[in-house]
């Protein structure tokens, strides 16, 4: 099957998003007309063309299609990039398929603009074995979007004995990450980092020291005693990436980090990067859009790890984004249900379902960033850094397309959420910026 899904097209005139399975056998036509492509790798960057889609396939790209085709989507500023990239979203599953499914979760990612995620290990079990990695694999095969498993960088998330990280590689595991419960211990972490480094792979670290943070609920500061809340501190997350970057610079291996949240934090990794390190960071689109400052009436939908930090941490993380200290937008998608949110602040878990909102809370804080820039932080970025296979925009290349439009709005609620989950600050928002549809995916079903 080759999946497309649009939240407006000519055949879907009630304006419902969902997604429609070309049978490849048979394969349906698209035609994407008077599209502007925002493609760098693309000789057509920046050009409006006409784009014909026959089953997985690019099949030309004209000033003016003449033909016919089985769909036509024409929506005047309609833009067309590589798909995009998540690459550090919890689907839940296994073991916890209330809060999100493998099939909802790439529902979720699909409605917000993306082709292809990668899945944290915090699972039950955990994804710390080929055979937890296979899992993922298998049963994501006839899913609408591109599914890579992260495999555990310790057994068990325990941050005690590696993982099988060289059979996980071997099987499919696009990174390697502890996730939730980013490695306390420095010995293993530098024994991690020196054996992704023997396959050319990544480590993914979500920088924290839980030494310092464990009971805190909250950015540690004035309006954290004010309201009363065990804090963060962000020396936390200060320490936690100076060593890595000590031990990076040792193994000479490449390291992501994710989630990053103090400007103190983000200059270290600025001044590593002019070292010529292998490192790369990514930020969330609600670290971009809230502050501690929203949590004066105790939102537990803005309880999130790490916590939401100063007006400065923000306004520092904003303009790295625009002058491209920022490597990558990961929505660090984190579905709860209901009892999970709906509880005093101090019990409630941390997480927001982000990612169907990633693209457009981005758009709306940045509107002048260029589309160069917006196609290089959702897309191109990630599937450089972990070797994924191309997408670009060219006659004969693989139809894995995300269509936005920086015009048009988005507002979602609740109820149009494809997610299991509805724990979202986001929904009712009115944000600049939509994903108009996806395209991805080309694949023999195996029945």
């Not at 024994?191 to 805190?216: R, T």
């Not at 917006?374 to 006659?395: D, V």
């Amino acid at each position: 099957m080759v999946y497309a899904s649009f939240s407006t097209v000519n055949s879907l005139a009630n304006g419902k998003t969902g997604y429609i399975a070309l049978n490849i056998i048979d394969p349906m036509t698209i035609l994407l007309r008077q599209v502007k492509i925002a493609d760098t790798q693309s000789p057509f960057n920046g050009l409006v063309k006409d784009i014909l889609l026959k089953g997985q396939s690019i099949v030309s790209i004209t000033d003016h299609y003449k033909g016919e085709a089985d769909q036509i989507i024409d929506i005047p500023g309609t833009i067309v990039s590589p798909g995009f990239v998540d690459l550090f979203v919890h689907f839940c599953d296994p073991g916890m398929e209330h809060r999100e499914t493998l099939a909802t979760g790439a529902a979720a990612a699909m409605n917000g603009g993306f082709t292809t995620v990668f899945t944290m290990p915090n699972t039950n079990p955990v994804i710390d074995n080929k055979s937890q990695v296979s899992y993922i694999k298998q049963n994501s095969q006839a899913l609408p979007i591109h599914i890579y498993p992260i495999g555990a960088l310790s057994k068990k998330l325990e941050g005690k004995e590696l993982a099988e990280m060289i059979d996980m590689h071997t099987n499919g595991a696009v990174a390697f990450s502890d996730g939730l419960h980013p490695v306390q211990n420095t010995l293993l972490f530098l024994k991690a980092l020196q054996y992704v480094k023997a396959f050319d792979g990544v480590a993914i670290q979500m920088p924290i020291d839980k030494s310092l943070g464990s009971l805190g609920l909250m950015n540690e500061g004035i309006l954290s005693t004010k309201l009363g809340l065990p804090g963060i501190p962000a020396i936390a997350e200060e320490l936690i990436i100076s060593r890595d970057i000590e031990l990076l610079r040792y193994t000479k291996s490449k390291l992501h980090i994710t989630g990053v949240s103090t400007a103190k934090g983000l200059e270290m990794i600025i001044e590593a990067k002019k070292e010529g390190l292998q490192l790369t960071c990514s930020v969330t689109p609600y670290h971009l859009f809230f502050s501690e400052e929203d949590l004066h009436d105790y939102d537990t939908l803005l309880k999130v790890f790490p916590p939401l930090r100063t007006k400065l941490d923000q306004k520092a993380l904003l303009a790295a984004v625009e002058n491209g200290n920022i490597d990558c937008i990961s929505a660090h998608h984190m579905p709860q249900d209901w009892d999970g949110k709906t509880i005093e602040f101090e019990n409630a878990k941390p997480g927001i379902a982000s990612i169907e909102t990633s693209f457009a809370a981005v758009h709306h804080l940045l509107p002048t960033l260029s589309l160069e820039k917006l196609t290089a932080l959702f897309s191109t970025n990630a599937r450089s850094i972990f070797n994924l296979p191309a997408a670009s925009i060219i006659e004969g290349g693989e139809a894995e397309l995300t269509l936005f439009n920086t015009s048009m709005q988005t507002c979602m609620t609740a109820k149009e959420s494809k997610s299991k989950s509805a724990n979202s600050p986001f929904w009712d928002k009115k944000l600049n910026g939509k994903i108009i549809g996806t395209i991805a995916k080309g694949h023999k079903n195996s029945n």
